[in-house]
């Protein structure tokens, strides 16, 4: 234990004390003991001057070292206090920040991803129109083409002559429309031409 | 060549002389005003500046202050506050008035029995009052250790009165003692430099290792009669 440790090292210096006090004796040729410690004429200035300096100094630590020192120590814990609680409030502030940025973050992605999801959609349902309605075109047209094939064919199959030539008919008779005007400056009917054209066709089938 | 403890007689400085008390200002008295002035000096300049990140001196007074405040709420507690002031003033004084005996020609004044004495009693005295004031009668049981067998008590309690009675001697001898033998030491091993010319090489390197252990002695038994007041202090309020 460090206090008999302490006073076993006292012990020891003591001891060693008392061995040097004869050698102290023989060496100064004193006669008798004579430790300056032990003369009580000393003792009545030495209790005096201690307690004096003992008082003054009590006085001067009291009153005039300890409140400054105590002093300058509750500053400095105070601002330490201070300065944790400003740390601590600023952090809760960025906590707090971070969570609306957070969030924030979150509802413009969420935005986003919406957007782009309706634009998608716009476009798809735009694309299907679209094809929808060419498609409606194509198949218009087809139809229209294939009864027009089916009516010619019709015509073709039941008309006989008359229907068959109208196209014959017509390339004859502008044909001939222009023949004539060109070499006998005359316009002619296209009814004349018409008569004109069957009575030439007649007379060479016959 | 002059007695080891030679060194320890006292030499009037201002002779003066009250009601036929000698109550010269000798050198002890010297070293104790320039303690007072030591100990002011240190602790009010260092703190001048108040700064709040201290420099080295500021640093070693706050410390000291806070190792006597740390002392005595470890060792008697919250109500040990009030004796603050006190212990921390007893604590520098010792410790100062060591350390200065450690300069060359200068007085140990914490090597005289009759003022480790006169302190070591006043703290007595002053323990034993604070604990009649706080418990009364009921302070004497501080003699009878708790859990103590009836059949033990006739033997225990003159051994825990003696024991009681035997601190301030051992609280006062301990501090003597200590700078008394160590200034001793070093006397006779200085005597020994003179009478060994060359070889005297040798006492003087077990003379600076000797210098180096006296101020640790000087500081820790500033050390050691603090805490042992304040060991004297906490029986008084809490009575074991």
């Known amino acids: 234990m460090n206090c008999k440790s302490l006073l076993s090292l006292t012990a020891i210096l003591h001891c060693s004390l008392w061995f040097l006090i004869p050698q102290a004796k023989a060496a100064s040729g004193d006669a008798g ?3 300056p410690q032990l003369d009580v004429q000393t003792y ?15 006085f001067l630590v009291a009153k005039v070292a300890m409140p400054r020192i105590s002093e300058v120590l509750e500053e ?3 601002r330490i206090e201070d300065d944790l609680d400003k740390a601590e409030t600023l952090k809760k502030e960025a906590y707090l920040v971070k969570i609306e ?11 986003a991803s919406n957007a782009t999801r309706k634009a998608q959609d716009e ?12 498609n409606q075109k194509v198949s218009n047209m087809l ?26 008919q017509s390339v004859a008779r502008d044909i001939v429309g222009d023949t004539v005007r060109k070499l006998i400056g005359v316009d002619v009917s296209s009814n004349d031409i018409d008569k004109a054209i069957s009575n030439t066709v007649r007379e060479q089938t016959r | 060549m002059a007695s080891p403890v030679e ?6 400085l201002v002779p003066l002389e009250l009601g036929g008390v000698d109550l010269s200002f000798t050198t002890s008295s010297l070293w104790m005003t320039v303690t007072v002035a030591a100990v002011t000096a240190f602790l009010t300049l260092s703190m001048r500046g108040g700064r709040l990140v201290p420099g080295r001196w500021q640093s070693m007074a706050e410390m000291s202050y806070e190792f006597i405040a740390n002392m005595i709420r470890e060792n008697v507690g919250a109500e ?51 604990g009649l004031i706080r418990h009364g009668l009921h302070f004497f049981s501080l003699f009878v250790p708790s859990g103590t067998p009836l059949i033990l008590a006739p033997l225990l309690i003159p051994i825990e009165i003696i024991s009681y009675f035997v601190r301030p001697v051992s609280l006062s001898v301990r501090l003597f003692a200590n700078m008394m033998a160590g200034h001793t030491m070093m006397k006779v091993f200085g005597g020994f430099t003179v009478l060994l010319g060359v070889l005297g090489v040798a006492p003087i390197i077990l003379l600076v290792a000797l210098t180096g252990f006296e101020i640790m002695v000087a500081v820790l038994q500033a050390y050691v009669f603090t805490v042992l007041t304040c060991l004297y202090l906490n029986d008084a309020i809490h009575l074991h």
């Open chain 1, 33 to 35: 003991p004579k430790l």
């Open chain 1, 44 to 58: 009545a200035s030495q209790i005096f001057w201690l307690v004096v300096s003992f008082i003054v100094l009590y």
């Open chain 1, 76 to 78: 400095r814990q105070e």
């Open chain 1, 101 to 111: 940025y957070e969030k924030a973050l979150l509802s413009a992605r969420e935005r």
């Open chain 1, 123 to 134: 476009i798809t349902k735009r694309g299907a129109e679209v094809e929808a309605l060419a």
């Open chain 1, 143 to 168: 139809k229209d083409a294939e009864n027009r094939i089916e009516k010619a064919r019709l015509e073709v199959d039941s008309g006989g002559d008359a229907s068959a030539d109208t196209l014959e």
């Open chain 2, 7 to 12: 060194q320890f007689k006292l030499k009037s």
């Open chain 2, 80 to 130: 040990g506050r009030k004796y603050f002031p006190f212990i921390f003033t007893l604590f520098m004084f010792i410790l100062v008035g060591n350390l200065v005996g450690m300069i060359p020609f200068a007085y140990t004044f914490t090597s005289q029995i009759i003022v480790t004495f006169v302190m070591a009693a006043t703290i007595f005295v002053g323990v034993t009052v604070i």
